[in-house]
């Protein structure tokens, strides 16, 4: 019993405390939707956002046939005003991908000189 009533004293004197420092009401932890859909043939498609309480937000939708085609995207912002976003398409010719973003060390620049080697062609050597 005398636990019960400390717990109870506890939360009560939390709660106040709370509201004496300012954060007496709801605290808004963000917001969310999404979306899926597929049909009996294997297209599909699907997306998310996501907003949290500070502002940060992340999305990403795809479309996808019976084939294996593909082609989404997907988003970062975060609160310190860094974004990303990358759209990208998957198919018969691989895998492709666009990105734009403000984030530091990314300004565009020449390829390090590196040697390639594939077993699908001789080696290139840069230029």
């Given at each position: 019993?005398?636990?019960?009533?400390?717990?109870?004293?506890?939360?009560?004197?939390?709660?106040?405390?709370?509201?004496?420092?300012?954060?007496?009401?709801?605290?808004?932890?963000?917001?969310?939707?999404?979306?899926?859909?597929?049909?009996?043939?294997?297209?599909?498609?699907?997306?998310?956002?996501?907003?949290?309480?500070?502002?940060?937000?992340?999305?990403?939708?795809?479309?996808?046939?019976?084939?294996?085609?593909?082609?989404?995207?997907?988003?970062?912002?975060?609160?310190?005003?860094?974004?990303?976003?990358?759209?990208?398409?998957?198919?018969?010719?691989?895998f492709r991908a666009?990105?734009?973003?403000?984030?530091p060390g990314t300004?565009?620049?020449?390829?390090?000189?590196?040697?390639?080697?594939?077993?699908?062609?001789?080696?290139?050597?840069?230029?």
């Amino acid at each position: 019993m005398i636990a019960k009533i400390t717990i109870l004293f506890a939360a009560l004197a939390a709660v106040h405390a709370s509201a004496l420092l300012g954060h007496g009401g709801l605290v808004s932890t963000g917001v969310s939707t999404s979306a899926r859909s597929q049909d009996a043939f294997g297209n599909y498609a699907f997306g998310y956002d996501i907003k949290d309480g500070l502002g940060a937000a992340n999305s990403r939708s795809e479309v996808g046939d019976a084939h294996g085609n593909k082609k989404g995207s997907y988003t970062i912002a975060d609160i310190d005003g860094r974004a990303r976003r990358v759209d990208y398409v998957a198919d018969g010719h691989g895998f492709r991908a666009t990105v734009k973003t403000n984030e530091p060390g990314t300004a565009a620049s020449a390829p390090a000189a590196a040697l390639i080697a594939s077993p699908y062609a001789g080696p290139v050597a840069p230029s």
